[in-house]
C-alpha cells in the first residue's frame, strides 16, 4: 500500500472538554515481537490486545512467508510457529510498509539464515539507514548481497553456512539494534553477547525468556547491561496479552491536558519503566495525571491513568530520559507549545533517523502554527504561550509520519485556530482507532 498516492487531509479545531474512558491499542513493539516470536517458536502462540496497525500486519505477513500459520479468531492471533531455525526462505521480497522495527528485527532474525531474503518498504522506510543493523550482522557473516546506497533498502541479505557468535556493543540507544542482533544469535552456534551502555526498552530480553530462550542480563558496577543469549535453544509458544501502547495513549493524554475542563481515563496502559519517559515529563510540567490500579499483568507493569487539564510549565528535559521516551517528543513539544516558559528537550540525535526527520518535522509544523522554538543539532527549545493564542492556522507536512500527524491534530484541539495535516493517512500504521477514540472523547477533527 503505498500512502503517499493517496493523501488523505484531516483538521483539528479547538475543542470543548474531553470526558470519558478509553483503551488505546496494544503495545506496537510488543505486538511486533509476539508475531515474530510466536512465529519462530514450536507450537502455539496465543495473542489478545494485539495491535493490528498496518506496522505489525506486515510483520505477520512476513512471518508466513517464512512458514509461520497465523489465524485471527474473535479477535485472539493464534500462530503455529515453525521452530527455532527452522524458517523457510520466502518467496517473495518481505515489504515491511513503513515500520523500522519490523524490518531491522526480522533483518536479525533472518540474516543468520542460509538463504536469501529481500526486504523493501515505502518511501519513509527506503531513506532510514540499515547500516546500523547490517554492521553486526556482517560481523556475524551475514552479506548484504545488494542494498541501496548507504545501506539502504531495498536490500538483500544472504547467511552464512554458520553463523559466528559476537559481542556487540551498540553504538547507539537502539532497543532495535540491541533486538537484532539477540535475535541473530538466536540461529547462531553459541553466545552471543549485546552491550548496551544506555539501557533501551526492555521488551526482546523479558519476551525471549518468557518464550524459553536461554537469556542472562547482568548490570556492571557502570550501569552498562551485558545481554547474553544462547543460540539454537529450543522457544516454545506462550499466551500473551499485549498492554495498552504508552506511546499511543500520549495523544489523548496530551490533549486532556491541554483542552480546559478535560477529564479522561485511559486504560490499561503499559508503564514498564523503559517507556515511562512522557508521563514523568508531563508530570514535572505540572499535569495532573494520576496512576491507578497499577498491577502486573503478562510479566508487565500496567496501569489506568486518569488526566485532567492542567496549567503546564516549563521544563528541561535531560537527554538520559530520551531513550524512554524517544517516540514521544513530537506530542510532547504540542504540550511545550502552550506551557508557561521554556521547554528545552536535549539529547535528541535520534529524532533524526526516525520515519521522518522527527527534529526537522517538529520545528516546521510549530513554526508554520505560529509557536516561538528554535531547532538545534540535537535539541529543541519551545516557548509556549499557555491560552493557545494566536496559534494555529497553519498546515503541517507530515512526512509519511504518523506521529507527526497525530500530534498535530493534537494541537488543534486547544489552538485558537484550526492545524491542519496534509495526509492522516499513515496513522493507521500505529493507531487505526485514532480519530474514533478522539472524536469519542470529544474532540473535534475532521
Ligand atoms: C522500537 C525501538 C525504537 C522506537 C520504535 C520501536 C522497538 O527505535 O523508536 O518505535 O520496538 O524496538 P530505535 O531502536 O531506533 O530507537
Redesign the pocket.
Known amino acids: 500500500m503505498d500512502h503517499h498516492d493517496t493523501p488523505k487531509p484531516a483538521r483539528a479545531r479547538r475543542s470543548d472538554a474531553l470526558s470519558g474512558v478509553a483503551r488505546v491499542p496494544g503495545d506496537?513493539?510488543i505486538s511486533?515481537?509476539s508475531f515474530m516470536f510466536g512465529g519462530l517458536a514450536a507450537g502455539e502462540t496465543r495473542i489478545t490486545g494485539l495491535l493490528e496497525g498496518e506496522d505489525v500486519l506486515r510483520t505477520g505477513e512476513a512471518m508466513k512467508a517464512m512458514g509461520a500459520a497465523i489465524a485471527r479468531n474473535n479477535g485472539e492471533w493464534i500462530i503455529r510457529g515453525v521452530g527455532n531455525g527452522c524458517l523457510l526462505e520466502p518467496a517473495a521480497p518481505l515489504d515491511f510498509g513503513n515500520a523500522?522495527?519490523g524490518s531491522?528485527?526480522t533483518m536479525g532474525l533472518v540474516g543468520t539464515y542460509d538463504m536469501e531474503t529481500t526486504f523493501i518498504g515505502d518511501a519513509s522506510l527506503s531513506k532510514r539507514p540499515m547500516g546500523r543493523v547490517l554492521d553486526p550482522l556482517r560481523e556475524m557473516g551475514v552479506q548484504v548481497v545488494k542494498a541501496a546506497p548507504g545501506d539502504r533498502m531495498p536490500l538483500t541479505l544472504r547467511g552464512p553456512k554458520h553463523a559466528a557468535p559476537i559481542t556487540y556493543r551498540v553504538p547507539?540507544?537502539?532497543?532495535?539494534?540491541?533486538?537484532a542482533v539477540l535475535l541473530a544469535g538466536l540461529n547462531t552456534p553459541g553466545i552471543t553477547t549485546v552491550v548496551e551502555p544506555v539501557m533501551?526498552?526492555d521488551?526482546?530480553e523479558k519476551m525471549l525468556k518468557g518464550f524459553g530462550a536461554n537469556i542472562e542480563v547482568e548490570t556492571d558496577r557502570e550501569g552498562v547491561r551485558h545481554i547474553r543469549i544462547e543460540g539454537q535453544g529450543r522457544l516454545t509458544g506462550q499466551t500473551i496479552a499485549v498492554p495498552g501502547d504508552p506511546?499511543s495513549a500520549g495523544f489523548p493524554l496530551v490533549a486532556a491536558l491541554l483542552v480546559p475542563g478535560s477529564d479522561v481515563t485511559i486504560e490499561n496502559v503499559l508503564m514498564n519503566p523503559t517507556r515511562t519517559g512522557l508521563l514523568l515529563t508531563l508530570q514535572e510540567m505540572g499535569g495532573d495525571i494520576e496512576v491507578l490500579n497499577a498491577r502486573s499483568a503478562g510479566g508487565e507493569d500496567v496501569a489506568d491513568l486518569r488526566v485532567r487539564a492542567s496549567e503546564l510549565k516549563g521544563v528541561t528535559v535531560p537527554p538520559g530520559r530520551a531513550?524512554s521516551m524517544?517516540?514521544e517528543y513530537p506530542v510532547l513539544a504540542v504540550a511545550a507549545a502552550f506551557a508557561e516558559g521554556e521547554t528545552l528537550m536535549q539529547g535528541l540525535e535520534?529524532l533524526r533517523?526516525?520515519e521522518s526527520d522527527r527534529l526537522a518535522a517538529v520545528a516546521r509544523g510549530l513554526e508554520a502554527n505560529g509557536v516561538d522554538c528554535t531547532e538545534g543539532s540535537d535539541w529543541l527549545s519551545v516557548r509556549g504561550r499557555p491560552d493557545g493564542r494566536r496559534l494555529g492556522g497553519g498546515t503541517v507536512a507530515t512526512h509519511l509520519d504518523h506521529r507527526i500527524a497525530m500530534s498535530f491534530l493534537v494541537m488543534g484541539l486547544a489552538s485558537e485556530k484550526p492545524v491542519a495535516i496534509d495526509d492522516s493517512a499513515m496513522i493507521a500504521t500505529s493507531f487505526p482507532e485514532f480519530m474514533d477514540l478522539m472524536t469519542g472523547l470529544g474532540a473535534q477533527i475532521d
Open positions: 506496537k513493539s511486533h515481537r523500522g522495527t531491522r528485527l547507539m540507544a537502539s532497543a532495535q539494534v540491541k533486538s533501551t526498552r521488551h526482546t506511546s531513550p524517544i517516540d535520534e533517523v526516525k
